[in-house]
């Protein structure tokens, strides 16, 4: 099975910087990894799919990159709606697997 | 829109069965593969279970962690999927969430596996 290794595990920032969180494959995926965002006690909604294609009614704040085994999620100017767990996922080979995902804290 | 809503989660003992199922509506439900995924209270987000379209045979895929156990089965003519889960386990308990791939997921059902 591919794994995700997600880091940090907890992020604690101010409003108004720019975090950058990171997801590792244990093999190449190519650029089959989606991001996505989950509050509490809400389902997850995508954020980016294929490493970097946004998607429709997500804040242009969020952007993310990467091919291959390293990928980066981006939030410019972090805002407190954006308290959340962050999960990237793959879907180069079953079964799909998660990362175990970042849980973004604004101080 | 597209609406995925699931239903038939509840509490029920160790080694018994439970079926849910999603509704599905707003797309082609019969050109979508659709997969079921679950989280345990606190936990991160497994995927359970994959059915692919007709031209591809119903094709149906596992986690290992369920595989023997859980059923993953489509109607198309009622836009339904369901997950037969037998022979259940505490370390079942988790929120079933339906998905159309990526995109588009339900509210999830909650499943709790305790005697």
């Known amino acids: 099975d591919i794994v995700l290794t997600q880091s940090p595990t907890t992020l604690s920032v101010t409003p108004g910087e720019t975090v950058s969180l990171s997801c590792r494959a244990s093999h190449s995926i190519g650029t089959n990894l989606h991001w996505y965002q989950q509050k509490t006690n809400e389902s997850p909604r995508l954020l980016i799919k294929y490493a970097s294609q946004s998607i429709s009614g997500i804040p242009s704040r969020f952007s993310a990159s990467g091919s291959g085994t390293d990928f980066t999620l981006n939030i410019n100017n972090v805002e407190f709606d954006d308290v959340s767990s962050y999960f990237c996922?793959?879907?180069?080979?079953?079964?799909?697997?998660f990362g175990s995902g970042t849980k973004l804290e604004i101080k | 829109a597209v609406q995925l809503v699931e239903s038939g989660g509840g509490l029920v003992q160790p080694k018994e069965s439970l079926k849910i199922s999603c509704a599905a509506s707003g797309f082609t439900f019969s050109n979508a593969a659709m997969y079921w995924v679950r989280q345990a209270p606190g936990k991160g987000l497994e995927w359970v279970a994959r059915?692919?379209?007709?031209?591809?045979?119903?094709?149906?895929y596992y986690a290992d962690s369920v595989k023997g156990r859980f059923t993953i089965s489509r109607d198309d003519s009622k836009s339904m999927v369901y997950l037969q889960m037998d022979n259940l386990k505490t370390e079942d308990t988790a929120m079933y969430y339906c998905?159309?791939?990526?995109?588009?997921w339900g509210q999830g059902v909650m499943v709790t596996v305790s005697s």
């Open positions: 996922q793959q879907t180069q080979s079953w079964p799909f697997t």
């Open positions: 059915i692919r379209t007709k031209p591809n045979n119903y094709a149906t």
């Open positions: 998905t159309a791939g990526t995109d588009y």
